[in-house]
Structure formats: structure tokens, C-alpha cells
């Protein structure tokens, strides 16, 4: 097809007054008169107010410089490597993810996946309410969705800060943080391992791709792996039509990916923590 | 029964992990809760 | 005293350099008020009047403005650290033993520095989850969310790259754990999904491009130090005014 030469000289302007424009937003903006008693001065009010705050942090920074200087450990070397080896406080709750998931999901795609997902937010967000003002009940989905996800982020931060301890293993505040932990308690096994001898299916390749040979077993992991995805999909669009009907189809597909996604981290670390279940999905080139 | 509370301590690190987030999710909804509550009341 | 500082200043306000520098009266009339907020820079990031209702602590908390306090303190004892360290394996540990030794305010400067750094990274976190709780990224603000996104990458970024700098055991093994990560990434770390299908291995893929080698060492602490005291910072501010440009041209949400 001969694509159409836009001009842009030519191109008219749309003004939408329903919509966010901002030529819709000026016009709007400078209609709306707001009188003087509504209204203070910045200079002196909120600018002094500014200042005050910003004297008050400096003090308490100085009081925390005071309270705890700068640490400075042994010149760094490359031959004695420090018990536990800990990344900075805010990167804990990652590392802390290493016990649980392999390290291109703790370190690489679950923080890609925790960025790209705030980016999207204000895209997948389309409830015009609590727009500027604090409100849980007029965006109970949103308030709680956000709140669970900030609760297992610094969750992991606590534990990875004051939980472990020697070899990374768990210490509570009463063990002595001393003494090593007794290795080798736990054996970890792989879900397609358990469902091969529980429910005795054979051993023989169903396919083979290269390097990857397909067992039953294996074939069932997958299965409830995207199943897992499928079913989290399907209840919302199933039972409560009206959330999908607000969201459209995109938007759907993107919150309940990304609201999935973040389900799955708890629930794969209570399937390594409780059940010994080392991974869900096994392959020649990732497991999960 | 005993070793579930022994080293290296499954279920009370459950528990902690399942209490931890649903106080924390409590706190911050809680918080936005009591803002929300506490704007309207000012207006 | 009180008369005589009044007087002082009725004429300092007069003089040729007061009003080459501030272009209006001192600011004691509502008038010139709001000509300090026109005509200073710093100050011209507000508005002239906001609403009553601004003045309430509890909508905002003071968060991100305190966020950018914290930046310009970075700024300030990292130009003070940076007169005194060399980032060269041999002298960098020396260097910031001698801040704390021999240098007067060394200890306190490296110390407000760790800690802006620290207090940073928090309220940078904590500022997102007001903007969050207050829905002030719905639109038509979506894309300063989105900024501010990425001022939360930089932020992390920056923060871990000045981990390294002072060349200790905890420097050296908290970047270590991270590059050890970044070696797992798919496709394009040795270790990670696909990477060695693609051809990934330690003089390639993308821990080489971080570290600038294979091991966390003089390369990696000159290519830490650049992006931290340089690269960094520049892009950090850029978005930073991106962010305030865009809080002015959006318009505030709540009662600002």
C-alpha cells in the first residue's frame, strides 16, 4: 500500500475538552480563576516551610553521622572471601531471592519485570478516581495490589538484612550468629522428579529437541507452570467480567501478567521453603 | 514434629514470611486508610 | 540593632549591584513576593501562589523535595570526596583512610555522604509510594511516573557504583555478588539462559562490558568511579529536571 505524504504544515490541531490535552489543559487552567483567599503566597509560606524541612533532615543526618560514622573494612582482597558475602541493603531482598530462584531471575528478570511493571501502572490504571487525593476505598484492587508487592519487597529487605547470617543460612535473633548452621539438612527436589515416581510414569522420552529431552513428567510441569498463568487469566475474565470490561483487552492481559508474575514469587518461595521443591520447570537452559 | 521447628527452620520461616507481609500490607493500607479518612475530615 | 539592620538594608536594596542581581525589592510586600519567585532560578520551580491546602504536611510528607536535598548534598560532599581520592587499586583504600585520619572534616563529609546516599535510596522508595497512594501518576502525568521510574533506576545505580569505591572487603564482595548476577542475565551472560548458545563467555558478554575484565579490578573501579562521579550524575540531573518541568507543565494533583 502507497503510504500517505503528511504534510505537516497542513495538520490541524484537535482540541478534545474531555480529554487531558494540553492545549485542552491551558485553556481550562486559564478559564478557571482561582480567587486570592484560596490561594497563599509561596514566598514566604511553602518556601520557609521547604526549609525547615530541609534543616530538620540535615540535623538528623548529622546526628546519624555521629551516632554511625562511615564504616571502613580491611583493604578489599580477592583471597579471603567474607562470611556472608552481603550486596547493599536495598539490593537484600534480591539476594535474598538467590536462596529461592536461579540467579537470571533473582538478579536480572525479576527486577526487569518490577521496573517495566511501575512503568507501566499509570498505562494499565484507568480508574479516573483517587486521582490527587489519598483514598483506599475508591481503588481497593490498586491500593492492595501495590501494598503486597511493597510488603514482599521489604520483607525480603528484612530478612536478607538481620535474618542471615553465616553461609547465608537463617538466624534468629536468639542463635548465636557464631556458629555455623548444620549443612545438608534439606534435599531439594526437582517437581517433575516427584511427579515421575508418585504418579510411576515412565522414563522414555516422549520428544527430543537437541539437547532437551521432553519426559511425561517434564511434559505435566509445563503444563501446570502455564496452566498456573492460564487459570489466573481465565477466574478474573470468568467471574468478574466487569474488571475485564473496565480494563480492555490489553490492559487485562498486562495486569494479570505482571499481577501473576509477582503472585508467583511468594508462592514458588513456599514451594522451595515447604515442599522441597527445588523446580517447578526444568530445561537444558533454564529452570524456574 | 519436632524438627519442623528445629534447623533450618521451615515453618517458622514461613510463618515469619506470611505474618511479615500481611502486617506490612495491613500498615500500608491502613495508612493510606487513615489519610483518606483524615483529608475528609479537614474538609 | 533591629533599626539599624533595617536601615543597612534599605540601602544595600538600593545600590546599582543589589538590583543588577536581584531585579526587586526585598521580598516584604506581596508584590515583590511574587517577583522573587518570578526571577530567581531556584525558587521559579514554584509556582507564584499554590492553594491553601499545600501547606499540609501530611499530603506529600516533604518526600521528594527532601529526595532532591539529599541529591545536592550528594553533590556537595561527593565534589569535597573527590578532591582527596584517587581511584587507583593501590592509593584508594589509603586515600579514604587518610579522610578519616588525617583530613579535617573527612570523616564527617564521607559520613553525610553515605548517609545521604542511604537516606536517598529510601526516600526515593517512599516518595513513589505516596505519589502511588495519592494516584498522582494518572493522568495526564503517566510520563513523570515514568521518569521518576527511571530516577529510581539511577538512584540504585549510582548508589551501587560508590559501594565500590572505597576498595575495602565490603566494596569489593558487595559488587562482586552484583556483577555475579549480571552474569546470569539471558542472552547476554555467560551463565544465564541462551547466553552460551550465543556465543557468551567471560571476555564478551555483558559482566566483561560492566567490570571492563573478567574480575573486579582496576578497570572496574575506574569504570565505577566515572560513572559515578560523572556519568551518573549528569543523567541523574537531566531527568531530575525533566521531573520538575514536568510536575509544572502537568500541574500538581492533589491540593498543591
Known amino acids: 500500500m502507497p503510504q500517505k505524504s503528511v504534510n505537516p504544515g497542513s495538520m490541524e490541531i484537535k482540541i478534545d475538552k474531555k480529554s487531558d490535552d494540553l492545549l485542552a489543559r491551558i485553556k481550562k487552567t486559564a478559564l478557571k480563576k482561582i480567587g486570592p483567599e484560596d490561594t497563599v503566597l509561596v514566598w514566604p509560606n511553602l518556601v520557609y516551610l521547604e526549609l525547615i524541612a530541609m534543616?530538620?533532615?540535615?540535623?538528623?543526618?548529622?546526628?546519624?553521622?555521629?551516632?554511625?560514622?562511615?564504616?571502613?573494612?580491611?583493604?578489599?582482597?580477592?583471597?579471603?572471601?567474607?562470611?556472608?558475602?552481603?550486596?547493599?541493603w536495598y539490593f537484600l531482598g534480591l539476594q535474598e531471592l538467590l536462596v529461592f530462584f536461579d540467579p537470571w531471575l533473582a538478579g536480572v528478570v525479576l527486577p526487569s519485570l518490577i521496573m517495566v511493571g511501575l512503568i507501566l501502572i499509570p498505562y494499565i490504571d484507568p480508574n479516573p478516581?483517587?486521582?490527587?487525593?489519598?483514598?483506599?476505598?475508591?481503588?481497593?484492587?490498586?491500593?492492595?495490589?501495590?501494598?503486597?508487592g511493597l510488603a514482599l519487597w521489604y520483607i525480603l529487605i528484612v530478612v536478607g538484612v538481620w535474618f542471615r547470617g553465616l553461609d547465608w543460612s537463617?538466624?534468629?535473633?536468639?542463635?548465636?550468629?557464631?556458629?555455623?548452621?548444620?549443612?545438608?539438612?534439606?534435599?531439594?527436589?526437582?517437581?517433575?522428579?516427584?511427579l515421575q515416581s508418585t504418579l510411576g510414569l515412565s522414563e522414555t522420552p516422549v520428544a527430543t529437541l537437541g539437547r532437551y529431552?521432553?519426559?511425561?513428567?517434564?511434559?505435566?510441569?509445563?503444563?501446570?507452570?502455564?496452566?498456573?498463568?492460564?487459570?489466573?487469566?481465565?477466574?478474573?475474565?470468568?467471574?468478574?467480567?466487569?474488571f475485564y470490561n473496565k480494563l480492555g483487552f490489553v490492559r487485562y492481559n498486562l495486569t494479570m501478567f505482571f499481577f501473576l508474575s509477582m503472585l508467583g514469587v511468594p508462592m514458588k518461595i513456599f514451594l522451595r521453603l515447604l515442599a522441597d521443591i527445588k523446580y517447578v520447570l526444568v530445561t537444558p537452559w533454564f529452570n524456574i | 514434629m519436632d524438627d519442623l521447628w528445629a534447623y533450618p527452620y521451615r515453618l517458622g520461616i514461613g510463618i515469619f514470611m506470611v505474618v511479615g507481609t500481611f502486617l506490612l500490607t495491613v500498615l500500608f493500607i491502613g495508612f493510606t486508610a487513615w489519610l483518606e479518612r483524615d483529608f475528609k475530615k479537614d474538609k | 540593632m533591629w533599626e539599624l539592620f533595617q536601615r543597612i538594608r534599605s540601602v544595600v536594596n538600593k545600590t546599582q549591584a543589589f538590583k543588577s542581581i536581584f531585579r526587586h525589592g526585598f521580598p516584604n510586600n506581596?508584590?515583590?513576593?511574587?517577583?522573587?519567585?518570578?526571577?530567581?532560578?531556584?525558587?521559579?520551580?514554584?509556582?507564584?501562589?499554590?492553594?491553601?491546602?499545600?501547606?499540609?504536611?501530611?499530603?506529600?510528607?516533604?518526600?521528594?523535595?527532601?529526595?532532591?536535598f539529599f541529591f545536592i548534598l550528594l553533590a556537595i560532599t561527593g565534589v569535597f570526596l573527590m578532591f582527596y581520592y584517587v581511584p587507583d587499586t593501590n592509593r584508594?583504600?589509603?586515600?579514604?583512610?587518610?579522610?578519616?585520619?588525617?583530613?579535617?572534616?573527612?570523616?564527617?563529609?564521607?559520613?553525610?555522604?553515605?548517609?545521604?546516599?542511604?537516606?536517598?535510596?529510601?526516600?526515593?522508595?517512599?516518595?513513589?509510594?505516596?505519589?502511588?497512594?495519592?494516584?498522582?501518576?494518572?493522568?495526564?502525568?503517566e510520563f513523570n511516573w515514568v521518569v521518576g521510574v527511571i530516577l529510581l533506576s539511577t538512584t540504585l545505580v549510582l548508589s551501587w557504583t560508590g559501594y565500590l569505591l572505597p576498595w575495602d572487603q565490603l566494596a569489593l564482595w558487595a559488587v562482586t555478588v552484583g556483577s555475579k548476577m549480571a552474569e546470569a542475565s539471558p542472552l547476554i551472560g555467560k551463565a544465564g539462559p541462551f547466553g552460551a548458545e550465543l556465543g557468551m563467555n567471560a571476555n564478551n558478554d555483558i559482566t566483561f562490558a560492566l567490570l571492563g575484565g573478567t574480575v573486579v579490578g582496576q578497570s572496574a573501579l575506574l569504570r565505577f568511579y566515572v560513572l559515578h562521579c560523572l556519568a551518573l550524575p549528569l543523567v541523574t540531573a537531566l531527568f531530575i529536571a525533566i521531573h520538575f518541568w514536568r510536575i509544572r507543565k502537568d500541574g500538581f494533583s492533589g491540593p498543591l
Open chain 1, 213 to 242: 529431552v521432553v519426559s511425561m513428567a517434564n511434559l505435566i510441569t509445563w503444563g501446570i507452570f502455564v496452566g498456573y498463568y492460564a487459570i489466573g487469566f481465565a477466574i478474573p475474565f470468568l467471574i468478574f467480567r466487569n
Open chain 1, 170 to 194: 537463617w538466624y534468629w535473633p536468639w542463635d548465636d550468629p557464631h556458629m555455623h548452621q548444620p549443612a545438608g539438612a534439606v534435599k531439594l527436589v526437582d517437581l517433575q522428579v516427584i
Open chain 3, 30 to 68: 506581596d508584590g515583590n513576593r511574587a517577583l522573587v519567585m518570578f526571577s530567581n532560578i531556584i525558587l521559579h520551580l514554584h509556582p507564584v501562589r499554590v492553594r491553601r491546602g499545600a501547606l499540609k504536611i501530611k499530603f506529600t510528607w516533604c518526600l521528594g523535595g527532601l529526595t532532591f
Open chain 1, 55 to 88: 534543616m530538620f533532615a540535615l540535623a538528623i543526618l548529622l546526628f546519624l553521622c555521629l551516632y554511625s560514622p562511615a564504616p571502613l573494612e580491611e583493604l578489599a582482597s580477592a583471597d579471603t572471601t567474607p562470611n556472608p558475602t552481603k550486596a547493599p
Open chain 3, 92 to 141: 584508594a583504600y589509603g586515600n579514604i583512610k587518610d579522610l578519616g585520619t588525617v583530613i579535617f572534616f573527612g570523616d564527617l563529609f564521607r559520613s553525610l555522604h553515605r548517609w545521604s546516599a542511604h537516606s536517598m535510596v529510601l526516600f526515593v522508595w517512599l516518595h513513589m509510594t505516596r505519589v502511588f497512594f495519592t494516584g498522582s501518576y494518572k493522568p495526564p502525568r
Open chain 1, 129 to 148: 478516581k483517587g486521582k490527587g487525593y489519598y483514598t483506599f476505598s475508591e481503588r481497593k484492587f490498586s491500593v492492595i495490589g501495590f501494598s503486597f
